[in-house]
């Protein structure tokens, strides 16, 4: 990807009113995309809001043509929901789960994910990880072969620091002796390669898709489909079986809009976007590696997500609104509910997308070290 590629993204967008730094919370939509979304809403109260959902029949079908595209299933397979959460939440109630199910995670499990498999009674077993975090797959192997858990579901990309789990390995391993494999992939799909052939995926499309907010995507791969646990509304009695855990009230302005950010996406080239973003964060680490009273948190050097752990004492929360407040940064602060097995204390959290260059973070050094100092 060219800086002139780049340059035209940025020129897409509305102009930003802070150095935006944080698009592994809330992406920045094009103008485009808000144009599509605004538009549609105008639409519902023109013609009512069924009417104009059934007129953009075409533009829902294709998106969901390219999202199972990115993410490597059949677009029969892809359904979507309000949110990443309200994504994972469908597939715990839609697989037959059977009574004392396990599920195997590894020690960096997005803490809201913990929470949500303790709240349905799955006993956690804990993977093997190497020394940065990532998945053991000799371990994995052993596992599945001696105490096979009934299911193994992986973070993708952490959201909390520079962290890639090898899914697509995983995903042969598991195949290989029978248990399902589901990702949470809310943090790479619009960053990494998300079709690696798992039995279930889910995802958001507001983070690095920069699509608007609202909507969610979850897929399971077609084999799975008789035997999930899905009600059916006797209202759409001819739609597919696996699209009833779509909800019959949903934001479809937001899906209109994600349709145009994916499409945008697929123009790019998600390989062109890969290999920015992976060099984004580079930079990012080399210019980082060494600011006064920080340290940086290694990881797989794959994306654009870099992490700093304070070292003289310092409050991250606090740094991280000065930096909004005084500074016009937008950076976030991970504390440890985010992954409470992986993280001991708070980091400072930088997730720059493909227009951050050298001078942009330059300033957020150069604020930081003041700002720490101070």
Known sequence: ???????RWAAARPRQRVLHLDSAACGRPSTAVLDAVASHARLEAELGGYSAHESVAEVLTGLRRDVARLLGMDAQAVAFVESGSAARDALLGAWPLPENASIAVVPSEWGPNLEAFAFRGLELVF?????????????????LRTRPPTVVHLTQLAAHRDLTQPVAAAGALCRAHGVPLWVD????????????GVDAIYATSRKWLN??????????????????????????????????????????AGRVGLAMAVREHLDLGPGAVRARLTEVGRLSRDLLADVDGWSLETGTNEGAITALRPTWGQDVVVTRSRLLAEHAILATASLPWRAPHDLSGPLLRISPHLDTDEESLGRFRAVLADLTKG
Not at 127 to 133: F, M
């Open 127 to 143: 993977l093997p990880v190497d020394q940065t975090g990532v998945l053991a797959l000799e371990g994995l192997d052993t596992l």
């Open 185 to 196: 992939a809310a943090q790479a799909l619009g960053h990494l390669d998300t079709g690696t």
């Open 211 to 252: 699509g608007p907010r609202g909507v969610g995507m979850l897929a399971i791969a077609t084999e799975h489909h008789p035997g999930l646990r899905v009600r059916r509304h006797a209202n759409s009695p001819d739609l597919p079986h696996f699209l009833h855990l779509e909800s019959h009230e949903a934001h479809i």
């Open 1 to 7: 990807m060219t800086p002139d590629a780049w340059t």
